[in-house]
T-cell receptor, first 113, second 112 residues
């Protein structure tokens, strides 16, 4: 149990376009999900906390208008990277909270050309 | 803000050798969690330590939480090639028990 999926696994987009990434908890409900960003060979940087039915809480330095988060149901949170630029290229990972454990999705590799 | 430091950043061992990674927090932690991320994969929860001085074992892995609840260690006995990956410690941050601050991780490589 406790499986989290992410879609897409890889995406290449042109500079200026927007990309939506989905995070789903497949076999449990998650009122809280988290979005992280990971640079190559680096640690995970928490971007925001996604709360079902309410606005996301963003970490300091993360632009909420740039990274739109919607947590419309207990099993789905989406991250939309708006007007993407090459510096947004990264590995984006979501996690869903169950009890005290965070279950991570497989990640989405975003490349902005 | 809270900082979670981890050393070493990299560790290369021969198969069969032991391995230890250390984690230190700038603040006292209510708990500490450990995750493993295989190359190309995503972090997978290993364990959570809550009590001061707690020691937990999972087969060849031994996890310790310091008496002051500011440091922790993960020790692997007799490493195997399947142990390859990055090991992260993480502690609660921002006054929340749910948000985590991750250490930078220790990348373990094992020479067969």
């Amino acid at each position: 149990g406790a499986v989290v999926s992410q879609h897409p696994s890889r995406v290449i987009c042109k500079s200026g376009t927007s990309v939506k990434i989905e995070c789903r908890s497949l076999d449990f409900q998650a009122t809280t999900m988290f979005w992280y960003r990971q640079f190559p060979k680096k640690s995970l940087m928490l971007m925001a906390t996604s709360n079902e039915g309410s606005k996301a809480t963003y970490e300091q330095g993360v632009e909420k208008d740039k990274f739109l988060i919607n947590h419309a149901s207990l099993t789905l949170s989406t991250l939309t990277v708006t007007s993407a630029h090459p510096e947004d290229s990264s590995f984006y990972i979501c996690s869903a909270m169950r009890d005290y454990e965070q279950y991570f999705g497989p990640g989405t590799r975003l490349t902005v050309t | 803000g809270q900082q979670v430091m981890q050393i070493p950043q990299y560790q290369h061992v021969q198969e069969g050798e032991d391995f230890t990674t250390y984690c230190n927090s700038s603040t006292t932690l209510s708990n500490i969690q450990w995750y493993k991320q295989r190359p190309g994969g995503h972090p997978v929860f290993l364990i959570q330590l809550v009590k001061s001085g707690e020691v937990k074992k999972q087969k060849r892995l031994t996890f310790q939480f310091g008496e002051a609840k500011k440091n922790s260690s993960l020790h692997i006995t007799a490493t195997q090639t399947t142990d390859v990956g990055t090991y992260f410690c993480a502690g609660p941050s921002g006054g929340s028990n749910y948000k985590l601050t991750f250490g930078k991780g220790t990348l373990l490589t094992v020479n067969p």
